[in-house]
């Protein structure tokens, strides 16, 4: 029972901060780091534990039991959430000792701290959960927290809209997660991981009719529909095409949130969830084709935008979109592992470099824009050779961890078939162009002239301590945790999957030497580009107009979406307002107070005042009834 303090700790420092932030203020750090740092702690006895083999089961709390219906609230511990338990609360644990210097001074200091206290409680619970109801209402918790951070500065419009956009695109992944969770409900009347697991090879050969209702006959496999339905969530969870629109403008939030959520912890929950339904997707190679394709897509399309961005946030961030595309296609080919493998070490330097944009934006008076920095590297030693260290680690260099776990993917995709080999020629292609854009951002950040406002200039320096040891820490396992033996690690997790027989042999060296090289190649590119040539980018900026403009606005996706959904939707609801709203709901309301008015005017004629009048019509009222009473 030990180990339920792993997510409980930070429910407690969430709970004493919402109730007594207005106290405690700028001393809220001593709440919620010492719970969040206990966490990991325990968390890391957690993985040595189950480093042996074991399994642990926690079982919290029963809600409801109602004949197959049993709504229960339990913690399971193996090694795929070891290693989830590792990476949430270990960058938890950074971030929350960066925010201490980052967020210095901030009105919302003690809210901020509960917020994220809340979100560590709630990613905690969802990798912990032992049953699909607790993953996801812990799913949807993760997608609250979310839509606080990036409005914590709520004051802002845009922050504002970002919030609303995350929270609005996630809710269409998640309308097919509850479909998905439905359908197996129906299939095998539990929820429970350990119900259903045993049971999916007896019911191997379960098809759907799904144009039935309509008197055709289209027969697809359940766990087909279960692994669409349910990859659904995880799309717009891990920002996949085409639900990726929601994170870049995420970056509205603080920085550190960008680290913990945007990074790290909640956008991996997607490829952390299909992990863990491995035995639902080994038995559908539809399913599987879609999200390896998926993950493919995405990849290379954030990787292309990351190219033209100018915001330094925003460049991480498709960098982000791009990394989990690879995570996700690994998935897709049934390399579980090597996806996992990814996971891992991404989130130790994304969410470096993070923070150390972080660093840069602090240093510059909150300046993003990257054409107005440049000659920062004397300026900024720490955060400069830290975030080298992390763009090494993105662009795969030899012997980082990125090296290590990208160059796995690749390898593993080559040797799952013909469509892995057609995959990897694109995973090859991004990790040159993810080279390229990650020293792209460090020559222009750090190198050249300096562009940066002469009122500022002169008051350029590292930020506290605070700030800085978190880059340190990270940077450092930037480069170990690729020498962690994580795929071999998770191998028993998923000995059903395609990787477990798989020899690499010789393509697995050419693949890996082919990789490095386009890493190499990239960096070399963004040198001879950015360095050597600094006008070299608008010279071809101009040659390639369309080409440019297409990148620098995200491949217009959001004014497609803007086209297709939102300004039909907004002249339907006008015209809804108008025709039903205005002319039948208030014009009935309306219309009831004009008759009682005009009824009103009436009796106002009637009651004249005049005794002879009301005798009168007393006296012709029993006529009247006489009248009707005799004939």
């Not at 919402?18 to 206990?38: C, E, F, R, T």
């Not at 510059?364 to 080298?388: A, C, N, S």
């Not at 995973?427 to 940066?452: M, Q």
């Not at 008015?597 to 004249?608: A, E, F, V, Y």
């Amino acid at each position: 029972m030990l180990y339920a303090l792993i997510p409980l700790l930070p429910l407690a420092a969430f709970l004493v901060l919402g109730l007594a932030g207005s106290q405690v203020k700028d001393k809220s750090h001593v709440i919620a780091v010492p719970a969040v740092l206990l966490s990991f702690v325990l968390a890391l006895a957690a993985f040595i534990e189950v480093a042996s083999g074991s399994v642990i089961s926690i079982p919290l709390y029963t809600w409801l039991t109602s004949g197959h219906l049993d709504i229960h609230i339990g913690l399971y511990i193996d090694r795929l959430t070891a290693v989830m338990l590792l990476l949430v609360t270990g960058v938890s644990s950074l971030v929350h000792i960066y925010t201490i210097g980052y967020m210095h001074g901030e009105p919302g200091y003690a809210r901020f701290f509960s917020y994220i206290a809340l979100f560590t409680f709630s990613m905690l619970m969802l990798v912990l959960a032992d049953n699909l109801l607790q993953l996801f209402v812990f799913w949807e918790a993760v997608g609250l927290c979310s839509y606080l951070l990036i409005g914590h500065w709520y004051e802002r419009a845009s922050a504002c809209a970002a919030a609303t956009k995350a929270f609005l695109v996630n809710r269409v992944g998640d309308f097919g997660f509850l479909l998905g969770l439905l359908l197996v409900w129906y299939q095998f009347a539990s929820l429970n991981y350990l119900d259903i697991f045993p049971a999916l090879h007896e019911t191997t050969d379960v098809t759907m009719n799904l144009l039935g209702p309509f008197g055709g006959t289209w027969e697809v496999s359940v766990f087909t529909l279960i692994g669409l339905l349910l990859f659904t969530g995880a799309v717009g969870k891990s920002a996949q095409v085409p639900l990726h629109v929601w994170l870049p403008d995420a970056m509205e939030g603080p920085t550190p949130i960008s680290a913990l959520i945007h990074a790290a912890t909640m956008v991996t929950a997607g490829v952390f969830m299909v992990a863990r339904l491995a035995p639902i997707y080994n038995l559908s190679p539809t399913a599987m084709s879609v999200v390896a394709v998926t993950g493919a897509v995405t990849m290379v399309l954030g990787a292309t935008i990351a190219l033209t961005q100018t915001d330094i946030k925003r460049v991480v961030a498709y960098s982000t979109v791009s990394q989990l595309g690879y995570m996700v296609m690994a998935c897709g080919l049934g390399a579980y592992a090597s996806g996992m493998y990814h996971l891992l070490t991404h989130g130790a330097f994304k969410a470096l470099l993070f923070l150390g944009c972080g660093s840069v934006i602090i240093a510059l008076h909150h300046e993003q824009d990257m054409r107005h920095m440049g000659g920062l590297k004397d300026k900024l030693p720490i955060t400069y050779w830290t975030f080298v260290i992390g763009s090494l680690a993105l662009a795969g260099f030899p012997l980082t961890a990125g090296f290590f776990s990208k160059d796995e993917i690749l390898v593993s995709a080559w040797s799952s078939g013909t469509l892995g080999q057609v995959l990897t020629i694109f995973g090859l292609l991004t990790a040159l162009l993810t080279a390229f854009y990650s020293f792209r951002l460090v020559f222009v950040t750090f190198w050249g002239d300096s562009h940066v406002d002469p009122h500022h200039a002169d008051h350029i320096h590292e930020p506290s301590r605070t700030m800085t040891t978190p880059l340190l820490i990270l940077a450092f396992f930037s480069i170990l945790t690729g020498y962690l033996g994580i795929p071999s690690f998770l191998e028993p997790i998923f000995s059903t999957g395609h990787e477990a027989a798989v020899d690499h042999g010789a393509a697995g060296i050419v693949i890996m030497i082919v990789a490095t090289s386009m890493g190499l190649i990239g960096i070399a590119a963004a040198y001879y580009v950015y360095v050597l040539n600094p006008q070299l980018p608008e010279r071809l900026a101009q040659q390639w107009t369309s080409l440019y403009r297409a990148s620098l606005n995200k491949w217009y996706v959001d004014e497609a979406y803007d086209r297709l959904f939102v300004q039909p939707t907004l002249t339907a609801a006008s015209a809804l307002w108008r025709r039903v709203d205005v002319a039948v709901i208030d014009g009935a309301v309306n219309g009831v107070a004009r008759t009682i008015t005009w009824g009103g005017w009436i009796l106002r004629l009637i009651q004249s005042g005049q005794t002879q009048h009301y005798a009168l019509a007393m006296a012709m009222g029993l006529v009247i009834i006489t009248a009707y009473l005799l004939f």
